[in-house]
């Protein structure tokens, strides 16, 4: 059986189509495995990241005692630290599975802005967020709009992790790896090494900004659009009840 769904032609065969409530619900596998573990190992590294990385640059108040008791500081930086290599690391991991995945596991790294048509559905999708559109429109893959956003995600996390490897390096002195390998990244502000400590930390800010209008917009199209999101990164499949 063929279904189009917005200007794309997919096949499915019967066990896709379910029936939930004595409504037809079309059952689509979007999401494998190794993206929804990225998604959501991700999702906690940059929680332990956003606060943690605020406790580096807004410390908590001195302990009581001799400073030789305490290792709390040492502690948060360490998590700080792992959650950045894991982060890192699923970023090159996901990029990886845009090659070797199905084609939705492209979808955040080519978007399609020369189009005509991409574009007058990337502005659809952002009335339809702000109110404006009365009906949804439905994808198998991300929504333009959600397209751009996680294009837009994947840049700053590269961004991130740069120029966080960079002030890791200055710590760890000019001999380490990582001021070897991203130490250049303090050349780009002029060898100041707090404007890239200001530009890291706006960073953060920017994908807490991202995060919430992430979770708007994933609980928002799970209760109004009649597609399933948040249980689509749990289990691959996306439903579309009719």
């Given at each position: 059986?063929?279904?189009?769904?917005?200007?794309?032609?997919?096949?499915?065969?019967?066990?896709?189509?379910?029936?939930?409530?004595?409504?037809?619900?079309?059952?689509?596998?979007?999401?494998?495995?190794?993206?929804?573990?990225?998604?959501?190992?991700?999702?906690?590294?940059?929680?332990?990241?956003?606060?943690?990385?605020?406790?580096?640059?807004?410390?908590?108040?001195?302990?009581?005692?001799?400073?030789?008791?305490?290792?709390?500081?040492?502690?948060i930086r360490f998590a700080h630290f792992a959650a950045a290599y894991v982060f890192a690391l699923g970023l090159i991991w996901r990029i990886v599975l845009a090659f070797f995945s199905n084609p939705y596991a492209r979808e955040l790294f080519i978007v399609p802005v020369w189009d005509p048509q991409w574009w007058r559905e990337f502005l659809f999708e952002v009335r339809w967020y702000l109110f404006?559109?009365?009906?949804?429109?439905?994808?198998?893959?991300?929504?333009?709009?959600?397209?751009?956003?996680?294009?837009?995600?994947?840049?700053?996390?590269?961004?991130?992790?740069?120029?966080?490897?960079?002030?890791?390096?200055?710590?760890?002195?000019?001999?380490?790896?990582?001021?070897?390998?991203?130490?250049?990244?303090?050349?780009?502000?002029?060898?100041?090494?707090?404007?890239?400590?200001?530009?890291?930390?706006?960073?953060?800010?920017?994908?807490?900004?991202?995060?919430?209008?992430?979770?708007?917009?994933?609980?928002?199209?799970?209760?109004?659009?009649?597609?399933?999101?948040?249980?689509?990164?749990?289990?691959?499949?996306?439903?579309?009840?009719?």
């Amino acid at each position: 059986m063929n279904t189009t769904v917005r200007k794309r032609t997919y096949s499915y065969d019967d066990s896709a189509i379910l029936r939930a409530n004595g409504r037809r619900v079309t059952s689509v596998y979007v999401y494998q495995a190794p993206v929804r573990l990225w998604h959501w190992l991700s999702a906690l590294a940059i929680v332990t990241l956003g606060i943690t990385g605020y406790l580096i640059g807004k410390p908590l108040p001195t302990l009581s005692g001799e400073a030789s008791d305490h290792f709390l500081m040492g502690y948060i930086r360490f998590a700080h630290f792992a959650a950045a290599y894991v982060f890192a690391l699923g970023l090159i991991w996901r990029i990886v599975l845009a090659f070797f995945s199905n084609p939705y596991a492209r979808e955040l790294f080519i978007v399609p802005v020369w189009d005509p048509q991409w574009w007058r559905e990337f502005l659809f999708e952002v009335r339809w967020y702000l109110f404006l559109e009365r009906y949804p429109r439905k994808y198998i893959g991300h929504n333009p709009a959600g397209q751009m956003a996680m294009f837009c995600f994947i840049v700053v996390g590269i961004l991130m992790c740069l120029s966080g490897f960079a002030l890791y390096g200055e710590g760890a002195g000019h001999a380490s790896w990582a001021w070897r390998g991203f130490g250049w990244m303090t050349s780009l502000v002029g060898g100041n090494s707090l404007a890239l400590h200001n530009w890291h930390r706006l960073g953060m800010w920017a994908m807490a900004l991202f995060v919430m209008v992430h979770i708007y917009t994933a609980i928002r199209e799970d209760i109004m659009s009649r597609q399933s999101m948040i249980s689509t990164m749990v289990s691959g499949f996306r439903m579309f009840k009719h």
